[in-house]
Protein backbone atom coordinates (compact mmCIF):
# COMPACT_ATOMS: atom_id res chain seq x y z
CA UNK A 1 0.00 0.00 0.00
CA UNK A 2 1.59 3.23 -1.19
CA UNK A 3 2.18 6.05 1.65
CA UNK A 4 -0.54 8.12 0.35
CA UNK A 5 -3.48 5.58 0.62
CA UNK A 6 -2.27 4.47 3.94
CA UNK A 7 -2.51 8.76 4.68
CA UNK A 8 -6.04 9.22 3.24
CA UNK A 9 -7.39 6.18 4.79
CA UNK A 10 -6.15 6.81 8.24
CA UNK A 11 -8.41 10.37 7.86
CA UNK A 12 -11.30 8.09 6.32
CA UNK A 13 -11.93 6.16 9.33
CA UNK A 14 -12.49 8.68 12.23
CA UNK A 15 -14.70 10.88 10.17
CA UNK A 16 -16.60 7.46 8.57
CA UNK A 17 -17.73 6.40 12.16
CA UNK A 18 -18.73 9.93 13.59
CA UNK A 19 -21.08 9.99 10.34
CA UNK A 20 -22.23 6.82 10.91
CA UNK A 21 -22.97 7.75 14.68
CA UNK A 22 -24.80 11.35 13.54
CA UNK A 23 -26.58 10.08 10.79
CA UNK A 24 -27.87 7.71 12.74
CA UNK A 25 -29.42 9.72 15.39
CA UNK A 26 -30.67 12.44 12.81
CA UNK A 27 -32.38 9.76 10.90
CA UNK A 28 -33.52 8.32 14.00
CA UNK A 29 -35.12 11.42 15.49
CA UNK A 30 -36.52 12.45 12.34
CA UNK A 31 -38.39 8.99 11.84
CA UNK A 32 -38.83 6.91 14.74
CA UNK A 33 -38.22 9.17 17.98
CA UNK A 34 -41.86 10.50 18.00
CA UNK A 35 -43.49 7.22 17.19
CA UNK A 36 -41.60 5.44 20.17
CA UNK A 37 -42.67 8.73 22.59
CA UNK A 38 -46.03 8.04 21.68
CA UNK A 39 -45.84 4.55 22.38
CA UNK A 40 -44.98 5.07 25.41
CA UNK A 41 -46.92 7.75 26.85
CA UNK A 42 -49.64 5.64 25.86
CA UNK A 43 -48.92 2.61 28.10
CA UNK A 44 -46.85 0.36 25.88
CA UNK A 45 -44.45 -1.08 27.63
CA UNK A 46 -41.12 0.05 27.74
CA UNK A 47 -39.28 -3.28 26.84
CA UNK A 48 -41.71 -3.36 24.13
CA UNK A 49 -40.78 0.39 22.75
CA UNK A 50 -36.99 -0.83 23.14
CA UNK A 51 -36.83 -3.56 21.23
CA UNK A 52 -39.27 -1.78 18.60
CA UNK A 53 -36.23 0.70 18.30
CA UNK A 54 -33.89 -2.10 18.59
CA UNK A 55 -35.39 -3.65 15.31
CA UNK A 56 -35.90 -0.86 13.46
CA UNK A 57 -32.12 0.59 13.45
CA UNK A 58 -30.74 -1.90 10.93
CA UNK A 59 -33.00 -0.01 8.22
CA UNK A 60 -31.87 3.57 9.42
CA UNK A 61 -28.17 2.26 9.45
CA UNK A 62 -28.61 1.30 5.87
CA UNK A 63 -29.80 4.83 5.20
CA UNK A 64 -26.48 6.26 7.16
CA UNK A 65 -23.80 4.31 5.21
CA UNK A 66 -23.56 6.89 1.93
CA UNK A 67 -23.64 9.99 4.51
CA UNK A 68 -21.00 8.81 6.13
CA UNK A 69 -18.74 8.07 3.12
CA UNK A 70 -19.96 11.80 2.19
CA UNK A 71 -18.39 12.99 5.34
CA UNK A 72 -15.56 11.51 5.77
CA UNK A 73 -14.20 12.22 2.39
CA UNK A 74 -15.03 15.59 2.67
CA UNK A 75 -13.53 15.63 5.78
CA UNK A 76 -10.60 13.82 4.97
CA UNK A 77 -9.70 15.64 1.80
CA UNK A 78 -10.87 19.12 3.66
CA UNK A 79 -7.40 18.13 6.38
CA UNK A 80 -5.46 17.33 3.68
CA UNK A 81 -6.15 20.67 2.07
CA UNK A 82 -5.99 22.35 5.25
CA UNK A 83 -2.37 20.88 6.63
CA UNK A 84 -1.38 21.86 2.65
CA UNK A 85 -0.44 18.19 2.73
CA UNK A 86 -2.56 18.30 -0.53
CA UNK A 87 -0.02 21.15 -1.89
CA UNK A 88 3.34 18.57 -1.10
CA UNK A 89 1.54 15.29 -2.94
CA UNK A 90 0.60 17.66 -6.12
CA UNK A 91 4.33 18.84 -6.09
CA UNK A 92 5.08 15.53 -6.36
CA UNK A 93 3.62 15.15 -9.46
CA UNK A 94 0.38 12.94 -7.98
CA UNK A 95 -2.78 13.84 -9.67
CA UNK A 96 -5.88 14.62 -7.62
CA UNK A 97 -7.65 11.07 -9.53
CA UNK A 98 -4.86 8.72 -7.71
CA UNK A 99 -5.51 11.13 -4.46
CA UNK A 100 -9.38 10.21 -4.53
CA UNK A 101 -8.62 6.32 -5.23
CA UNK A 102 -8.20 4.98 -1.91
CA UNK A 103 -11.81 6.87 -1.53
CA UNK A 104 -13.69 5.18 -4.23
CA UNK A 105 -12.17 1.82 -3.25
CA UNK A 106 -13.59 2.30 0.28
CA UNK A 107 -16.80 3.50 -1.11
CA UNK A 108 -17.22 0.42 -3.31
CA UNK A 109 -16.27 -1.71 -0.35
CA UNK A 110 -18.84 0.70 1.76
CA UNK A 111 -21.63 -0.33 -1.23
CA UNK A 112 -20.98 -3.99 -1.32
CA UNK A 113 -21.31 -4.11 2.42
CA UNK A 114 -24.20 -1.66 2.42
CA UNK A 115 -26.17 -4.03 0.38
CA UNK A 116 -24.96 -7.32 1.88
CA UNK A 117 -26.64 -5.55 4.95
CA UNK A 118 -29.73 -4.33 3.51
CA UNK A 119 -30.08 -7.87 1.94
CA UNK A 120 -29.38 -10.33 5.23
CA UNK A 121 -30.06 -8.19 7.94
CA UNK A 122 -33.24 -5.40 7.50
CA UNK A 123 -35.64 -7.49 5.61
CA UNK A 124 -36.09 -9.78 8.95
CA UNK A 125 -35.46 -7.10 11.50
CA UNK A 126 -38.14 -4.81 9.56
CA UNK A 127 -40.75 -7.45 9.74
CA UNK A 128 -39.96 -7.93 13.49
CA UNK A 129 -40.22 -4.42 13.97
CA UNK A 130 -43.69 -3.96 12.43
CA UNK A 131 -44.80 -7.59 14.41
CA UNK A 132 -43.60 -5.68 17.00
CA UNK A 133 -45.62 -2.39 16.18
CA UNK A 134 -48.57 -4.82 16.19
CA UNK A 135 -48.47 -6.14 19.63
CA UNK A 136 -48.11 -2.55 20.56
CA UNK A 137 -50.95 -1.27 19.11
CA UNK A 138 -52.94 -4.03 21.86
CA UNK A 139 -51.45 -1.63 24.39
CA UNK A 140 -52.78 1.48 23.24
CA UNK A 141 -56.64 2.30 23.73
CA UNK A 142 -57.57 4.22 21.34
CA UNK A 143 -56.05 6.20 18.10
CA UNK A 144 -57.67 8.74 16.10
CA UNK A 145 -55.71 7.90 13.05
CA UNK A 146 -57.47 6.85 9.49
CA UNK A 147 -57.05 3.81 8.06
CA UNK A 148 -57.61 3.06 4.27
CA UNK A 149 -56.87 0.04 2.25
CA UNK A 150 -58.14 -1.79 -0.96
CA UNK A 151 -58.81 -5.16 -1.63
CA UNK A 152 -58.19 -6.62 -4.86
CA UNK A 153 -60.15 -9.24 -6.96
CA UNK A 154 -58.94 -12.89 -6.73
CA UNK A 155 -58.34 -12.74 -10.60
CA UNK A 156 -55.88 -10.18 -10.11
CA UNK A 157 -58.09 -7.52 -12.15
CA UNK A 158 -59.32 -5.02 -10.60
CA UNK A 159 -60.68 -4.00 -6.78
CA UNK A 160 -63.26 -5.56 -4.97
CA UNK A 161 -63.61 -3.05 -2.60
CA UNK A 162 -62.13 -0.45 -1.14
CA UNK A 163 -62.57 0.18 2.79
CA UNK A 164 -61.91 3.53 4.39
CA UNK A 165 -61.53 3.64 8.46
CA UNK A 166 -62.09 7.69 8.99
CA UNK A 167 -62.47 7.56 12.77
CA UNK A 168 -59.86 5.74 13.61
CA UNK A 169 -59.56 2.39 16.03
CA UNK A 170 -60.16 1.49 19.78
CA UNK A 171 -58.34 -1.94 20.10
CA UNK A 172 -59.22 -2.87 23.46
CA UNK A 173 -62.61 -3.46 21.86
CA UNK A 174 -61.44 -4.52 18.08
CA UNK A 175 -63.40 -1.53 17.09
CA UNK A 176 -63.32 0.71 14.07
CA UNK A 177 -64.95 3.85 14.17
CA UNK A 178 -67.09 5.88 11.24
CA UNK A 179 -66.17 3.25 8.49
CA UNK A 180 -67.05 3.61 4.75
CA UNK A 181 -67.18 0.55 2.55
CA UNK A 182 -67.08 0.84 -1.29
CA UNK A 183 -68.13 -2.33 -3.34
CA UNK A 184 -67.24 -2.19 -7.27
CA UNK A 185 -68.96 -4.36 -10.13
CA UNK A 186 -67.62 -7.72 -11.21
CA UNK A 187 -69.81 -7.08 -14.23
CA UNK A 188 -67.20 -7.28 -17.14
CA UNK A 189 -69.67 -4.84 -18.76
CA UNK A 190 -69.46 -2.70 -15.52
CA UNK A 191 -66.04 -3.22 -14.61
CA UNK A 192 -64.94 -1.03 -12.20
CA UNK A 193 -67.84 0.62 -11.35
CA UNK A 194 -68.95 1.50 -7.95
CA UNK A 195 -72.22 -0.58 -6.79
CA UNK A 196 -72.58 -0.43 -3.52
CA UNK A 197 -71.36 2.38 -0.51
CA UNK A 198 -71.83 1.11 3.27
CA UNK A 199 -71.16 3.70 5.76
CA UNK A 200 -71.48 3.07 9.33
CA UNK A 201 -70.64 4.49 12.75
CA UNK A 202 -68.74 1.49 14.25
CA UNK A 203 -67.52 -1.57 13.23
CA UNK A 204 -66.54 -4.33 15.76
CA UNK A 205 -65.13 -7.71 15.23
CA UNK A 206 -66.30 -10.71 16.95
CA UNK A 207 -63.15 -12.57 16.61
CA UNK A 208 -61.34 -12.58 20.00
CA UNK A 209 -59.44 -15.44 18.94
CA UNK A 210 -57.44 -13.90 15.88
CA UNK A 211 -58.58 -16.92 13.47
CA UNK A 212 -60.97 -14.82 10.89
CA UNK A 213 -58.92 -15.15 7.89
CA UNK A 214 -61.94 -14.04 5.64
CA UNK A 215 -62.77 -10.32 7.64
CA UNK A 216 -66.64 -12.07 7.70
CA UNK A 217 -66.78 -11.56 11.56
CA UNK A 218 -67.81 -8.32 12.27
CA UNK A 219 -70.73 -6.20 13.60
CA UNK A 220 -72.00 -3.31 11.98
CA UNK A 221 -73.87 -0.72 13.88
CA UNK A 222 -75.97 2.44 12.73
CA UNK A 223 -75.45 2.38 9.13
CA UNK A 224 -76.86 3.38 6.02
CA UNK A 225 -75.83 1.24 2.72
CA UNK A 226 -76.99 2.71 -0.78
CA UNK A 227 -77.05 0.17 -3.72
CA UNK A 228 -76.47 1.87 -6.86
CA UNK A 229 -78.25 0.22 -10.03
CA UNK A 230 -76.90 1.22 -13.39
CA UNK A 231 -78.10 1.38 -16.78
CA UNK A 232 -75.65 -1.03 -18.87
CA UNK A 233 -76.20 0.46 -21.87
CA UNK A 234 -74.70 3.83 -20.76
CA UNK A 235 -73.05 3.05 -17.51
CA UNK A 236 -75.11 5.67 -15.38
CA UNK A 237 -77.08 5.59 -12.48
CA UNK A 238 -80.73 5.01 -12.96
CA UNK A 239 -81.60 4.05 -9.50
CA UNK A 240 -80.65 3.81 -6.27
CA UNK A 241 -81.90 2.09 -3.28
CA UNK A 242 -81.12 3.48 0.66
CA UNK A 243 -81.13 1.52 3.69
CA UNK A 244 -80.78 2.80 7.04
CA UNK A 245 -79.75 -0.10 9.82
CA UNK A 246 -79.27 -0.43 13.38
CA UNK A 247 -76.92 -3.21 13.64
CA UNK A 248 -75.95 -6.19 10.82
CA UNK A 249 -73.87 -8.70 10.70
CA UNK A 250 -74.28 -9.48 6.96
CA UNK A 251 -73.88 -7.24 4.66
CA UNK A 252 -75.34 -6.73 1.08
CA UNK A 253 -73.37 -8.17 -2.41
CA UNK A 254 -70.50 -10.09 -0.26
CA UNK A 255 -69.22 -6.63 1.30
CA UNK A 256 -67.51 -6.55 4.05
CA UNK A 257 -64.51 -5.55 5.87
CA UNK A 258 -62.63 -8.19 4.36
CA UNK A 259 -59.54 -8.29 6.80
CA UNK A 260 -59.29 -9.87 10.35
CA UNK A 261 -58.88 -6.65 12.77
CA UNK A 262 -54.85 -7.79 13.17
CA UNK A 263 -54.74 -7.44 9.35
CA UNK A 264 -56.15 -4.44 8.99
CA UNK A 265 -53.90 -2.88 11.79
CA UNK A 266 -50.96 -4.04 9.13
CA UNK A 267 -53.16 -3.18 6.10
CA UNK A 268 -51.02 0.23 5.17
CA UNK A 269 -47.53 -1.74 6.09
CA UNK A 270 -46.07 -1.40 2.54
CA UNK A 271 -42.42 -1.41 3.36
CA UNK A 272 -40.13 -2.37 0.91
CA UNK A 273 -37.48 -3.61 3.69
CA UNK A 274 -39.83 -6.09 4.53
CA UNK A 275 -38.37 -8.28 1.44
CA UNK A 276 -35.18 -8.88 0.01
CA UNK A 277 -33.95 -8.50 -3.55
CA UNK A 278 -35.25 -11.55 -4.85
CA UNK A 279 -38.22 -11.90 -2.70
CA UNK A 280 -39.14 -8.82 -4.14
CA UNK A 281 -38.26 -9.62 -7.99
CA UNK A 282 -40.77 -12.19 -7.03
CA UNK A 283 -43.47 -10.38 -6.19
CA UNK A 284 -43.30 -8.29 -8.81
CA UNK A 285 -43.41 -11.29 -11.52
CA UNK A 286 -46.63 -12.66 -9.42
CA UNK A 287 -48.24 -8.93 -9.40
CA UNK A 288 -47.49 -8.86 -13.42
CA UNK A 289 -48.79 -12.28 -14.07
CA UNK A 290 -51.92 -10.83 -12.15
CA UNK A 291 -52.81 -7.96 -14.00
CA UNK A 292 -51.06 -5.63 -11.23
CA UNK A 293 -49.42 -3.82 -13.20
CA UNK A 294 -49.35 -0.13 -11.64
CA UNK A 295 -48.54 -2.19 -8.07
CA UNK A 296 -45.54 -3.65 -9.73
CA UNK A 297 -44.72 -0.23 -11.36
CA UNK A 298 -44.25 0.69 -7.84
CA UNK A 299 -42.51 -2.01 -6.28
CA UNK A 300 -39.68 -2.18 -9.41
CA UNK A 301 -39.19 1.20 -8.63
CA UNK A 302 -38.45 -0.08 -4.80
CA UNK A 303 -36.40 -3.07 -6.55
CA UNK A 304 -33.65 -0.96 -8.46
CA UNK A 305 -33.76 1.62 -5.20
CA UNK A 306 -32.24 -1.40 -2.94
CA UNK A 307 -28.85 -0.98 -5.31
CA UNK A 308 -29.48 2.58 -6.22
CA UNK A 309 -28.61 3.73 -2.28
CA UNK A 310 -25.85 1.16 -1.40
CA UNK A 311 -24.44 2.58 -4.48
CA UNK A 312 -24.63 6.14 -3.61
CA UNK A 313 -21.56 5.70 -0.86
CA UNK A 314 -19.35 5.37 -4.18
CA UNK A 315 -20.74 8.45 -5.23
CA UNK A 316 -20.96 10.57 -1.99
CA UNK A 317 -17.00 9.35 -1.99
CA UNK A 318 -15.86 11.31 -4.91
CA UNK A 319 -18.14 14.42 -4.57
CA UNK A 320 -16.91 15.00 -0.99
CA UNK A 321 -13.36 14.58 -1.60
CA UNK A 322 -13.73 16.77 -4.54
CA UNK A 323 -15.33 19.36 -2.00
CA UNK A 324 -13.13 18.60 0.68
CA UNK A 325 -10.34 20.01 -1.33
CA UNK A 326 -11.28 23.72 -1.24
CA UNK A 327 -11.95 23.51 2.57
CA UNK A 328 -10.44 25.76 3.75
CA UNK A 329 -8.35 25.91 7.52
CA UNK A 330 -10.00 26.75 10.58
CA UNK A 331 -13.45 26.10 9.34
CA UNK A 332 -13.10 22.53 8.12
CA UNK A 333 -15.07 20.38 11.13
CA UNK A 334 -17.76 23.41 10.37
CA UNK A 335 -17.66 23.58 7.06
CA UNK A 336 -17.40 19.69 7.00
CA UNK A 337 -20.58 18.70 9.06
CA UNK A 338 -22.49 21.19 7.02
CA UNK A 339 -21.57 21.15 3.82
CA UNK A 340 -22.49 17.16 4.10
CA UNK A 341 -25.85 17.42 5.66
CA UNK A 342 -26.73 20.36 3.08
CA UNK A 343 -25.57 18.05 0.39
CA UNK A 344 -27.67 15.09 1.88
CA UNK A 345 -31.01 17.04 1.99
CA UNK A 346 -30.44 17.94 -1.39
CA UNK A 347 -29.89 14.14 -2.20
CA UNK A 348 -32.69 12.75 -0.29
CA UNK A 349 -34.86 15.62 -1.71
CA UNK A 350 -34.19 14.72 -4.99
CA UNK A 351 -34.55 11.08 -4.45
CA UNK A 352 -37.57 10.93 -3.39
CA UNK A 353 -39.19 13.16 -5.71
CA UNK A 354 -38.17 10.72 -8.65
CA UNK A 355 -39.60 7.69 -6.75
CA UNK A 356 -42.63 9.69 -6.37
CA UNK A 357 -42.51 10.49 -10.30
CA UNK A 358 -41.45 6.58 -11.47
CA UNK A 359 -44.71 5.38 -9.14
CA UNK A 360 -46.55 7.50 -10.23
CA UNK A 361 -45.73 6.54 -13.89
CA UNK A 362 -43.69 9.77 -15.02
CA UNK A 363 -40.76 7.83 -15.34
CA UNK A 364 -39.52 4.46 -16.13
CA UNK A 365 -38.56 2.43 -13.18
CA UNK A 366 -34.83 2.03 -13.38
CA UNK A 367 -34.21 5.73 -14.41
CA UNK A 368 -36.34 6.98 -11.22
CA UNK A 369 -34.11 4.86 -9.32
CA UNK A 370 -30.90 5.77 -9.90
CA UNK A 371 -31.66 9.34 -11.64
CA UNK A 372 -30.18 10.76 -7.73
CA UNK A 373 -26.89 8.78 -8.69
CA UNK A 374 -26.48 9.90 -12.25
CA UNK A 375 -26.93 13.11 -11.33
CA UNK A 376 -24.24 12.61 -8.48
CA UNK A 377 -21.93 10.61 -10.54
CA UNK A 378 -22.22 13.63 -13.11
CA UNK A 379 -21.16 16.46 -10.66
CA UNK A 380 -18.69 14.18 -9.03
CA UNK A 381 -17.12 13.82 -12.57
CA UNK A 382 -17.09 17.77 -12.88
CA UNK A 383 -15.45 18.31 -9.02
CA UNK A 384 -13.09 15.97 -10.23
CA UNK A 385 -11.78 16.91 -13.38
CA UNK A 386 -11.80 20.49 -11.84
CA UNK A 387 -9.42 19.39 -9.15
CA UNK A 388 -7.27 18.05 -11.43
CA UNK A 389 -6.70 21.32 -13.31
Not at 70 to 86: K, N, Q
Not at 198 to 214: E, H, K, P
Request: charged share 20%; net charge neutral; glycine share 8%.
Amino acid sequence: MKLIDKLVLYDLVGPFLTGMFMFLVLVFTAGFLFQATDMVVQGVPLNLVLKFVLYALPGILTQTFPMAMLLASLMALGRLSADREIVAIFTAGIGFPRVVLPVFVVGLLVSIVAFTWNETVVPPATRAMYDLKQEALQHIAKSDEPISYDIKRQDGRGLEESVYVQGGYDARTQTLRDVRIVRYSDDPAMHGAVELIVNCARAQSTDRRGLDQSGLNWTYYDGSWVLLVPDKATGLIKDTLVTNFKTLKVLPDNASIGKSFTEVMNAQVNDANRLSFNQLRREIERDRAEGRIEEARGEEVDLYGKIALPLASVIFGVVGAALGLNTQRGGSRTVGFGMAIFIVFLYWVFYHAMFVVGKSGGLPPMLASFSADMVGAAVGIWLTLRAST
